[in-house]
């Protein structure tokens, strides 16, 4: 540190002597007639501090803007100088010649270039530090929109796939309904066709015994259980029809049911009327025919 504050008070002060030697130098040239601006062109500084160096010097005005060659150095320069020299021998005595001086300016200088190329270094190994980071967040963030994209395709992947499976599922419940629809049909129609065999063979057995009551002898109680039983085969003859979606004159079996049912009526009317117990059973020969033809 001392050694620092040595070499800027050795700086100092060559700059104050180097400022001291152009002064000096702008007083002769002044000393020259010349004018402020050649004098400050000359010398390389401004014309305000020539203006200020010439007019510093003690004298009348005219001697302040003319001086001969003549003149000499004020007492307060030399005095300057003085300290100057007296600075000068003292730092060679303690530090050695003017070379050994400036040999020790020049290793400060270097330790400086040296400590400011390190700090270049340094900032310079910073920056790539920092480039590289800002490269692999970068290539990170592309790795990750990447893997983002793939991610958006395969969950647009599965909705198709989804949208599909539903499409695929609402048809299968569609032709599901179709089936379940037709299969109650079936069973509608398998339902009608036994019962429509039942209704054939209830016919049948009603004509056969209706028949088998000709010529006899019979009770007003067998007429009641005749007539009650041939009701209710006409009741489900009527019924089938009805879920057939028919119509009840397209079946000559239902009207033939009807008339053995008023042949019957009849029949019990008469046990009212005679009175008797027993009564001989008549079936005219035309409705007998036409009754063996729809069983035949």
């Known amino acids: ?13 060559l700059y104050i002597m180097e400022k001291e030697k152009l002064k000096e130098k702008a007083i002769q040239l002044a000393g020259q007639n010349l004018s402020y601006g050649k004098i400050a062109e000359q010398l390389g500084v401004g014309k305000t501090t ?7 010097v003690p004298g009348t005005e005219s001697e302040k803007n003319v001086l001969g060659s003549g003149t000499t ?15 000068k021998e003292e730092l060679q005595n303690e530090f050695g010649s003017d070379k050994d001086i400036n040999a020790l300016v020049e290793i400060k200088k270097a330790e400086f270039e040296h400590e400011y190329k390190m700090e270049q270094l340094e900032m310079e190994r910073k920056t ?28 647009e992947h599965e909705l198709q796939k989804t949208e599909q499976q539903d499409s695929t599922i609402n048809k299968l419940e569609q032709n599901n309904s179709l089936l379940s629809l037709q299969l109650d049909d079936i069973k509608t129609q398998n339902q009608i066709m036994e ?15 209706y028949l088998g009551l000709e010529g006899n002898e019979i009770t007003l109680e067998e007429v009641d259980n005749t007539l009650e039983e ?29 008339k053995i049912r008023n042949s019957l009526s009849e029949m019990a009317d008469e046990f009212e009327d005679s009175g008797e117990d027993e009564l001989v059973f008549d079936i005219s020969s035309d409705f007998k025919n036409e009754l063996k033809e729809l069983v035949a």
């Open 1 to 13: 540190m001392e050694l620092i504050l040595l070499i800027l008070f050795i700086n100092q002060k």
């Open 50 to 56: 020539v203006y200020n160096w010439i007019n510093s």
């Open 73 to 87: 150095v004020p007492n307060a320069f030399e005095n300057d100088l003085n300290d100057l020299k007296g600075l």
């Open 128 to 155: 790539l530090l920092h480039q590289q980071k800002m490269e692999a967040e970068s290539l990170k963030s592309e790795q990750l929109a990447i893997q983002l994209d793939e991610t958006k395709l395969k969950i």
């Open 195 to 209: 019962l429509d065999e039942e209704l054939t063979t209830g016919f049948s057995q009603q004509v056969n015994n």
């Open 230 to 258: 041939v009701e209710e085969t006409i009741a489900q003859f009527k019924q089938w029809v009805k879920n057939a979606n028919g119509k009840k004159h397209d079946y000559p079996e239902l009207a033939m049911l009807k």
